[in-house]
């Protein structure tokens, strides 16, 4: 199961992810992380059997926990090229074509 | 000197020898051309905008039923609508949410089912009368079974818009869109130099009676929009169409995550090139408008204005404040936009629609005032437990000296504070009942690092709904440096209800 972890200016200096994986034990993959001294965040791959008390963790030490239970969709029949989805996107994932598209 | 008429350039319309362009060619044109051979050679600019226009909604009539039933209450799919119209008339808007389906489905959604010609639960209550017996009515319809189903929205079409960006260290969630914290994003609306009212600002063809293209249909201008402000380039227009006539296309429910449902519309205005001024204002382009950026981080009325921005910049993706580059995307859709322009000047080609003369113009001078608030609004340094109450304790304590501290002066709640004084925590009494069950013996083990914090100026409104979003009891206030200055408690807040009753 893929988190997505969202640290602020103060938790951002934390290493949060070497403590969680001491003390749950659990096997976490790092996808993705950009983080720096004012925020950032990381996509985690969170083995299922310790899914649950991870995020726990987490929150527990002021991390931003979103689940990413499933990959973002792109829904074409309702998709009107409005753009708003490139700037939200975290991780710069999604761009306009030509044309506005 | 270039003069012409409405009548002059219907009668081109209907010959077919009409010169029609959209906007954003037109800014080309006159650059080339200049305004006076501009106006020359073109007749109509076509304009056209595709975004998210809450107040919006239908007015509907249902027919009588047998036995009849004076409406009291309505709900469409479970999306509750207005009455009080009369028997059986009710105006549904975009962004009412459905009783069962909460932001998943809203007023927007029943409005393009109806578009779209799929059935829709109708249900009403009533409280009976005489000549009104029935109490209460379940039934299925659809658009066609409507006597009449009139769109009338009061404010669309603005200007321009504001642009959103967030410098709080959290998530928002707006009508702008998700606002990523610290600056990570910005977003806009409006469709620069296709927007419809920027290619005539002073309001000199658009007017009421203008015929515009409204969502696929013809619809027309009724009158200035609420919160109309054309001083500051706001303006807003009013306007009517018959939504049995609309298309699907142009019509679009939406759903802002975690603020709600809105519904998306096409409308495009044709601009008659008069004379050269008109000309002159209709080759504007993306580099002339400017808007300002605001800070939503700020939950207030007034937020703070970052900069001046203008649409060129802002649709090349990236804009800068304060030094850092802030990626930008728009809310509404300029690919849509331009489809508007292009239909509506496709209909004029073709003669199938004619330039109107307004019958009236619309305001130039009318202001948006603030809501007359008559009541005081209490801030949190009218409930606080002052500076020189509130206990705090030194980040290097330990969790035993906590508790004793919490016992002695019954806090549940104890701000913690490095050497200089600057809050760099908070632990309530759970905290420390975790850290007994657990074992743990510092204070830094336990305590909650990203404190939500208030200040002694902030309207307590606005605590009450930080505690309700966080699920926490109590808010250290303090001041620029970090000082800790006092704690706001949800005991407080609650004598405050329960004493003067003013919330």
């Known amino acids: 199961m893929k988190v997505l972890l969202r640290y602020s200016s103060v938790t951002s200096k934390e290493p949060h992810i070497a403590k969680v994986i001491l003390e749950t034990k659990a096997m976490i993959n790092i996808v993705r992380a950009n983080v720096s001294p004012v925020g950032g965040e990381t996509v985690l791959d969170v083995s299922d059997d310790k899914y649950e008390e991870v995020v726990e963790l987490f929150r527990s030490r002021g ?3 979103i689940l990413l239970p499933d ?10 090229q409005c753009g708003v989805c490139i700037s939200a996107c975290p991780v710069a994932a999604l761009r306009l074509l030509e044309g506005w598209r | 000197m270039v003069e012409k008429s409405v009548m002059e350039i219907n009668e081109r319309i209907m010959d077919g020898s009409v010169r029609v362009v959209t906007a954003d060619k037109m800014s080309e044109i006159v650059k080339e051309l200049g305004p006076e051979e501009a106006a020359r050679e073109v007749d109509v600019v076509t304009t056209g905008t595709f975004g998210a226009m809450c107040s919006s909604g239908v007015f509907m009539n249902f027919g009588h039923a047998d036995p009849p039933i004076k409406m009291q209450k309505v709900w469409l799919n479970n999306v509750e609508a207005y009455t009080g119209v009369a028997a059986v008339d009710a105006y549904i808007w975009a962004t009412q949410l459905s009783e069962d389906r909460g932001m998943e489905y809203g007023g927007g959604h029943v409005i393009e089912d109806l578009v779209a010609e799929k059935s829709v639960e109708l249900r009403a209550t009533a409280y ?11 039934t299925a319809i659809t658009i066609e079974d409507l006597n009449q189903a009139t769109m009338i929205n009061p404010r669309n079409a603005y200007q321009r818009y504001r642009v959103a960006t967030n410098s709080s260290d959290r998530t928002l969630y707006s009508y702008m869109g998700t606002l990523l914290p610290e600056y990570r994003n910005a977003t806009y609306c409006g469709a620069g130099s296709l927007s419809p009212l920027f290619n005539d600002p002073d309001f000199e063809t658009i007017g009421i009676g203008t015929r515009i293209f409204l969502c696929g249909a013809k619809g027309y201008v009724i009158g200035m929009g609420t919160q109309h402000e054309p001083i500051n380039k706001l303006g807003t227009i009013m306007v009517q169409g018959n939504l049995k006539k609309m298309r699907t296309e142009f019509l679009r429910a939406a759903i802002f995550q975690k603020y709600g449902t809105t519904l998306y519309l096409g409308i495009g205005i044709p601009i008659p090139v008069l004379n050269e001024g008109i000309a002159k204002k209709t080759g504007i382009s993306d580099e002339d408008i400017l808007t300002e950026v605001l800070d939503y981080g700020i939950a207030r009325r007034s937020r703070p204005v970052l900069r001046k921005v203008s649409y060129e910049e802002l649709k090349s993706g990236s804009i800068d404040i304060n030094g850092k580059e802030v990626r930008t995307s728009p809310l509404s859709s300029y690919f849509m936009a331009k489809k508007v322009a292009d239909e509506l000047k496709t209909w004029i080609e073709k003669g199938a629609f004619m330039i109107t003369q307004p019958v009236e113009r619309l305001p130039r001078d009318t202001v948006l005032k603030p809501m007359k608030q008559s009541r005081e609004l209490p801030l949190v340094k ?4 002052s500076e020189e109450e509130v206990v705090k304790i030194n980040e290097d304590a330990t969790i035993e000296e906590a508790a004793h501290v919490m016992i002695e002066g019954q806090f549940t709640h104890l701000p913690i504070i490095s050497d200089d004084g600057k809050l760099v925590g908070i632990v309530t009494a759970w905290d420390i009942s975790k850290a007994v069950a657990k074992k743990y013996e510092r204070l830094e083990e336990i305590m909650t690092r990203r404190v939500i914090t208030t200040d002694s100026e902030e309207p307590l409104v606005l605590v009450v709904r930080k505690l309700e979003k966080y699920n926490i009891s109590a808010l250290p206030v303090i001041d620029r440096d970090k000082k800790v200055k006092g704690i706001v408690t949800s005991d407080r807040i609650s004598k405050l209800v329960g004493g003067r009753r003013r919330l």
């Open chain 1, 63 to 65: 991390v931003d926990v």
């Open chain 1, 71 to 80: 990959p973002i969709l792109l829904d074409e029949k309702r998709c009107f």
């Open chain 2, 128 to 138: 009976g009368t005489d000549c009104y017996p029935r109490k209460e009515i379940e």
């Open chain 2, 382 to 385: 009218d409930v606080m437990i």
